[in-house]
T-cell receptor, first 109, second 119 residues
């Protein structure tokens, strides 16, 4: 079993829709969690960090459920520019971060 | 400010040749990470350094891969001899010391990557 698991998608959603991604992690000692965004043929860039129960930034909300060992990312009022791959990541050791395979989102006009 | 710098951006080589990838981390960052990304396996950590010292190289696939960090501003990842299955995008990332940011583990800043094709 992979340490961080995500549904690779793709998720095809209409513009303006709300979409949610889940990510599960197997290392119960993980302390910090992240969502990175990666555009096609580009490097990953941090979207949100999740250190406690959750975090919100505009249209984006990340939540952490330690009991069930998953984190989620909710995108409200999705825009065409949200089309990208979203990488979930966890960190349980000294700055070492483990990434999921990524979930591809395509927002359709 | 300059971000993480990687060179070359693209590399096409033939099987058996030596490949050297280079990385310059963000000034002031004390941790440096080498990742490999493929469609099948996603983003995999190969090795990371803290204060120029290798901390965890468990992700290095085999002895053909080696990495060095001779100083705080430069690192190399070498593949010798290269094989077609090494074809991937190789990313270098750097981060600040723990506690320098908002949480215990800080954001990693990625370079643009090196797209390696081994024929």
């Amino acid at each position: 079993r992979k340490e961080v698991e995500q549904d690779p998608g793709p998720f095809n959603v209409p513009e303006g829709a709300t979409v949610a991604f889940n990510c599960t992690y197997s290392n119960s000692a993980s302390q910090s969690f992240f969502w990175y965004r990666q555009d096609c043929r580009k490097e990953p860039k941090l979207l949100m960090s999740v250190y406690s129960s959750g975090n919100e930034d505009g249209r984006f909300t990340a939540q952490l459920n330690r009991a069930s060992q998953y984190i989620s990312l909710l995108i409200r009022d999705s825009k065409l520019s949200d089309s990208a791959t979203y990488l979930c990541a966890s960190s349980g050791g000294y700055q070492k971060v483990t990434f999921g395979i990524g979930t591809k989102l395509q927002v359709i006009p | 400010d300059a971000g993480v710098i990687q060179s070359p951006r693209h590399e096409v080589t033939e099987m058996g040749q030596e490949v050297t990838l280079r990385c310059k981390p963000i000034s002031g960052h004390n941790s440096l990470f080498w990742y490999r990304q493929t469609m099948m396996r996603g983003l995999e950590l190969l090795i990371y350094f803290n204060n120029n010292v290798p901390i965890d190289d468990s992700g290095m696939p085999e002895d053909r891969f080696s990495a060095k960090m001779p100083n705080a501003s430069f690192s190399t990842l070498k593949i010798q001899p290269s094989e077609p299955r090494d074809s991937a995008v190789y990313f270098c990332a750097s981060s600040e010391p723990p506690g320098a940011g908002k949480g215990p583990y800080n954001e990693q800043f990625f370079g643009p990557g090196t797209r390696l094709t081994v024929l």
